[in-house]
């Protein structure tokens, strides 16, 4: 049957209730799609996605991706899994679970509609890299029975299972590897150090700098980000991925911290607590490719987006 619409597609996001799944919804449905949000809110929230609510287009489906999902789409991203190492280290088994079936079942729904399909991939594939910075290339540097491991095994085998599906099955594929992200829509104190930083700072409190804070990070704006996602499902079905998607700025944290107490004028102190187990001394992603593939490059500074970002936690405080 001709559609009725040739250019609006319906498209399914998983885990689109999370911080990075709500903003890449709110492009999508800008651009005239239909959306099918699948969430379990494990660690999303309907707030995220409260203002689709009666929206034509937006549709909620309250599902856990370890089960299996029989819909008929046209594009499928895969976001769902927790995505904070305190959140995804609070159920490591579940974590591995929901990266690895999740994957599996929307492999097998991409497989059956023939469609194209999008995977959340992260930097911590890499693990605490020897190599810097870190290109698509790399193999990485990945503790397996640590207690990162829950997480970043789960998303190699992910990548794993996309591989295997695109050269036995033909399926379609993209594969995002994303380095740290920050936004409005991170959960206030969910453990990861732009969402603590800010909540302690505006709070008052003491800024908790884990180890000796001179670990490095390059933060990624969700903008900037959610626009690389969108560029990469667009490009050519040759461009399978792994491609790198983050902000080659890199900082220490001590450093991050500075730029938070200065954009806040709190005068809130560092803290010294003990350095987590396994946490990488450093990561910056080499975005050659994604240049030249996707035409993608972060055009938003650390400061102004960490302003963004206060503007939205200043409102919900
Ligand atoms: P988030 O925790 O805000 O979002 C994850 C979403 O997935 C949540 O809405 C959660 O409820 C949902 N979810 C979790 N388990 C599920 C399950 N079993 N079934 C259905 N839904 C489930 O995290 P985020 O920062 O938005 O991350 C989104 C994706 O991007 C994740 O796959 C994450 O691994 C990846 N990623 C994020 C970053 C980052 O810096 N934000 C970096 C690298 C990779
Ligand atoms: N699957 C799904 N929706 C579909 C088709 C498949 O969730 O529309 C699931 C299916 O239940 C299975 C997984 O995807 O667990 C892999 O499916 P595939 O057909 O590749 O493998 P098989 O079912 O033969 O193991
Ligand atoms: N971190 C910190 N204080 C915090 C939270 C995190 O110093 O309150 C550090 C953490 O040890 C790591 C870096 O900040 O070196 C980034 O941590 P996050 O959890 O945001 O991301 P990831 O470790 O997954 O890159």
Redesign the pocket.
């Known amino acids: 049957m001709a559609r009725l619409h040739q250019s609006r597609k319906r498209i399914l996001v998983?885990?689109g209730?999370?911080?990075?799944?709500s903003h890449l919804i709110d492009r999508l449905i800008g651009q005239g799609h239909e959306v099918i949000c699948?969430?379990?809110?494990?660690?999303?929230s309907k707030r995220n996605i409260e203002h689709l609510h009666n929206h034509p287009r937006f549709e909620f489906l309250r599902?856990?991706?370890?089960n299996p999902l029989k819909i008929e789409v046209d594009e499928i991203y895969n976001?769902?899994?927790?995505?904070?190492p305190v959140?995804y280290q609070h159920n490591p088994v579940l974590t591995t679970k929901?990266s690895v079936m999740?994957a599996l079942n929307m492999l097998g729904l991409a497989k059956r509609l023939r469609c194209r399909i999008f995977q959340?991939s992260?930097?911590e594939v890499y693990g605490d890299p020897e190599v810097h910075p870190q290109r698509e290339d790399y193999w990485g540097h990945v503790n397996p029975i640590g207690t990162r491991a829950c997480y970043d095994e789960g998303?190699r085998c992910a990548e794993t299972l996309f591989f295997d599906y695109h050269r036995h099955h033909g399926v379609d594929i993209k594969v995002a590897r994303?380095?740290?992200?920050y936004g409005p829509r991170m959960l206030p104190m969910d453990g990861r150090v732009v969402s603590n930083f800010i909540t302690q700072a505006l709070a008052g409190e003491d800024l908790t700098l884990y180890g000796d804070g001179k670990q490095t990070r390059s933060f990624c704006y969700s903008d900037d980000l959610v626009e690389g996602f969108l560029r990469l499902m667009e490009s050519p079905a040759d461009v399978t991925g792994p491609v790198n998607l983050g902000n080659p700025g890199e900082f220490t944290m001590i450093e991050l911290a500075g730029q938070v107490l200065k954009l806040t004028g709190s005068r809130s102190k560092l803290i010294h607590l003990s350095l987590p187990e396994d946490d990488p001394r450093q990561r910056q992603p080499d975005i050659t490719l994604a240049k030249e593939k996707l035409g993608w490059q972060p055009t938003v500074p650390l400061a102004e987006g960490l302003k963004r970002t206060l503007d939205y936690f200043r409102k919900l405080t």
Not at 17 to 21: I, N, P, S, T, Y
Not at 79 to 84: H, T
Not at 178 to 181: A, C, P, S, V
Request: hydrophobic content about 35%; glycine content about 14%.
């Open positions: 998983t885990g209730a999370g911080f990075l799944g699948a969430d379990n809110l494990y660690t999303g599902h856990d991706v370890c976001l769902a899994c927790p995505a904070s959140h929901t999740g959340a992260t930097s998303k994303i380095f740290n992200t």
